[in-house]
């Protein structure tokens, strides 16, 4: 039931996943970070298994530090998403097959934002938006609607808070909270999240004085 969502605006790529770990019919968490920072200037978001989903995005990030240590320069978010379909390739004609889908974005100096959707089966497409999951059923009629290009960020984030909105009042199991991260010239990062349940009880939490963030949009 994982949801995965981005675009690209002016500037800058945001994705979008919600934040639930399930098994079966029993949410184990609510606060399950699915975007990767791979490197300052990249993002890459995964849906599937949880066994298959961490242990690729780590085998990706890992090897694009790899590289970058070895190189005294970054992949290009082309040149990773390329790496990426070739690992899903290689996976996919072995018994080792990762069952996850993922969405890349990443930000370079000489092309600007970009956004890649991959799938399980090593299909690879540059892209302006789009979305991965159930989601995809209310979500991409949204973008076909509202998305344009060079969009605001404000913009931007009213399009998505519309996606979110519509797959919480459509979608028969719909995820709690959502996590946005943005990526742009000053690099990859956290943005906002959109919770309707609030993070558990922790160091950060629990600290005097600490918001809880709890936000129905």
């Not at 089966?121 to 159930?134: M, S």
């Amino acid at each position: 039931m994982d949801c995965l969502f981005g675009l690209v605006g002016d500037g800058f790529a945001l994705v979008v996943a919600d934040t639930s770990a399930n098994q079966s019919i029993v949410i184990k968490k609510t606060d399950e970070d699915k975007i990767m920072i791979l490197d300052e200037t990249k993002l890459l978001a995964t849906s599937g298994e949880a066994g298959d989903r961490v242990q690729f995005s780590e085998l990706i990030q890992k090897n694009v530090h790899l590289y970058a240590f070895r190189n005294s320069i970054s992949l290009s978010t082309a040149a990773a998403a390329n790496f990426t379909r070739l690992e899903l390739a290689t996976a996919l004609r072995s018994r080792g097959s990762y069952q996850t889908n993922m969405l890349l974005a990443g930000f370079d100096k000489d092309v600007g934002p970009s956004l890649y959707y991959l799938d399980y089966l090593a299909t690879l497409h540059k892209v302006k938006h789009t979305a991965i999951g159930y989601c995809a059923y209310f979500v991409l009629s949204i973008f076909d609607k509202y998305y344009k290009d060079n969009m605001s960020l404000d913009e931007a984030l009213e399009v998505l808070d519309r996606c979110i909105a519509e797959v919480r009042s459509r979608l028969l199991v719909s995820p709690p909270n959502f996590l946005i991260k943005i990526v742009d010239k000053d690099g990859a990062r956290e943005l906002l999240w959109r919770r309707t349940v609030p993070p558990p009880p922790g160091p950060e939490t629990a600290a005097a004085g600490a918001p809880v963030e709890v936000s129905a949009q």
